[in-house]
């Protein structure tokens, strides 16, 4: 079975060595075996592990929130419940941040046209009469 330094699962992971040795400190690794001289040496399954972890964190969930998730799939089958609404509840919050980062797309996207557009024309005065409702593109 092939083992990994932490500077290895840091690079694999673009994470920091510093990233790593927090996770442990906050109990994110429990899974982590370390050498007779304390030396942690990550498995395959280990950096798999670690890539939830790190998809939870870009949901936004707080450390603590992950540490519960790590401590039910430790836990085993008793949790199954839990995770899997944990996960429903993670599947709604990026649907909606993906909701918002569409509507924040769609502005930019109407500003770059309005901003090539007046560099074509070489001026923001064409804008100047153009309304939608009460709202001004300029």
């Not at 030396?39 to 603590?64: H, Q, Y």
């Not at 919050?93 to 996207?109: C, D, G, N, P, Y």
Request: charged share 30%.
């Amino acid at each position: 079975m092939k083992t990994y330094s932490i500077g290895e699962v840091a690079k694999e992971l673009n994470l920091t060595v510093y990233a790593l040795r927090y996770y442990d400190k906050e109990g994110l690794m429990p899974f982590v075996e370390r050498t007779t001289s304390g030396i942690r040496v990550f498995k395959e399954s280990d950096i798999e592990a670690l890539k939830i972890i790190e998809c939870l964190k870009a949901t936004g969930m707080p450390i603590k929130e992950i540490k519960n998730f790590i401590e039910w799939c430790s836990d085993g089958d008793s949790t199954l419940q839990q995770r899997y609404d944990m996960f429903l509840e993670r599947k709604a919050s990026v649907e909606a941040q993906m909701e918002e980062l569409k509507r924040t797309m769609e502005i930019i996207q109407h500003k770059c046209s309005y901003y090539k557009t007046a560099l074509e024309a070489g001026t923001e005065d064409i804008f100047k009469s153009k309304k939608i409702g009460n709202f001004v593109t300029k």
